[in-house]
Nanobody, 125 residues
Framework: VQLQASGGGLVQAGGSLRLSCAASGRTFSRYFMAWFRQGPGKEREFVAG????????YYADSVKGRFTISRDSAENTVSPQMNSLKPEDTAIYYC???????????????????WGQGTLVTVSS
């Protein structure tokens, strides 16, 4: 599966951004789609994820209540709406995908086998 990320930019603290990941290449019914981020000097970390077949969502504690991830099966996109952004949200954001069973929730970087290019989000204080 090919992934194309977009939507990054510069925003002031408290502002909002919406990223988008366009997926192509195959059917996605068994896929788990996720967004990760990697801040300066930090490891790449899970941010949010959603099952393609049934849109159950999962979030890192650091973004719960501020980020909402959704998928559009008609457009084949996965998009996190990021509200109340903080300077510590500054990072390169990556979309990722992997086929999983119906009950497994992958959250580790090495569990995903398809990655989009990163998109930079900068939150100024």
């Amino acid at each position: 599966v090919q992934l194309q990320a977009s939507g990054g930019g510069l925003v002031q603290a408290g502002g909002s951004l919406r990223l988008s990941c366009a997926a192509s290449g195959r059917t996605f019914s068994r896929y788990f789609m996720a967004w990760f981020r990697q801040g300066p000097g930090k490891e790449r970390e899970f941010v949010a994820g959603v099952r393609w077949s049934v849109p159950v969502t999962y979030y890192a504690d650091s973004v719960k209540g501020r980020f909402t991830i959704s998928r559009d099966s008609a457009e084949n996109t996965v998009s996190p709406q990021m509200n109340s952004l903080k300077p510590e949200d500054t990072a390169i954001y990556y979309c990722a995908a992997v086929q999983v069973g119906p009950y497994y929730v992958p959250r580790e970087r090495n569990e995903f086998d398809s990655w989009g290019q990163g998109t930079l989000v900068t939150v100024s204080s």
